[in-house]
T-cell receptor, first 115, second 108 residues
């Protein structure tokens, strides 16, 4: 099946710093990518929909200045957590929609810990 | 908005047992997928199944779109099947809604 690569897998940072997470579709083009946040033992919460070449669409309650999303090419979307605080610690997952089939594929996830 | 309900929420089985996981949705959907999240958090695609029946090894899935439900069957369970199983439905304008998942624990 199609592969979506997410990097880094885990990151520990100090409070106040910014962290960038990359999501790449390796063998298909993805005009649309999605970013989720998952708290322990809960389902995935959609944060934003990232469209190539245009601004991301954020879900209600998600701060767009806090979680910057860039989708500069058909194979890459990035999520930057700006001025991270301990409450931003979470598991962040990206997914990409195969433009040809419509099927959704997920990255491996990135576990962020803010000290 | 649309509701996606998965049942049961938790399931504990002995290795070798069969199981059926259910996903009900309250409105028409464009597509439906089943995923397995392993204990390390990685989400694995199982089935892309807007309608009909598909099989892959010990797993199979059936979606009856007109009756707004989908079933995931796991036969001859193995300990590696443990984890959380999510269904996700796709709506118009790329909206995707996840169920809360079924947490499956297979005992050796």
């Amino acid at each position: 099946g199609a592969v979506v690569s997410q990097h880094p897998s885990w990151v520990i940072c100090k409070s106040g710093t910014s962290v960038k997470i990359e999501c790449r579709s390796l063998d298909f083009q993805a005009t649309t990518m999605f970013w989720y946040r998952q708290f322990p033992k809960q389902s995935l919460m959609l944060m934003a929909t990232s469209n190539e070449g245009s601004k991301a669409t954020y879900e209600q309650g998600v701060e767009k200045d806090k979680f910057l999303i860039n989708h500069a090419s058909l194979t890459l979307s990035t999520l930057t957590v700006t001025s991270a605080h301990p409450e931003d610690s979470s598991f962040y997952i990206c997914s990409a929609r195969d433009s040809a089939s419509g099927e959704l594929f997920f990255g491996e996830g990135s576990r962020l810990t803010v000290l | 908005g649309i509701q996606v309900e998965q049942s049961p929420p938790d399931l504990i089985l002995q290795e070798g047992a069969n199981s059926t996981l259910r996903c009900n949705f309250s409105d028409s959907v464009n597509n439906l997928q089943w995923f397995h999240q392993n204990p390390w958090g990685q989400l694995i695609n199982l089935f892309y199944i807007p309608s009909g029946t598909k099989q892959n090894g010990r797993l199979s899935a059936t979606t009856v779109a007109t009756e707004r439900y989908s079933l995931l069957y796991i036969s001859s369970s193995q300990t590696t099947d443990s984890g959380v199983y999510f269904c996700a439905v796709g709506l118009a304008r790329d909206k995707i809604i996840f169920g809360k998942g079924t947490r499956l624990h297979i005992l050796p």
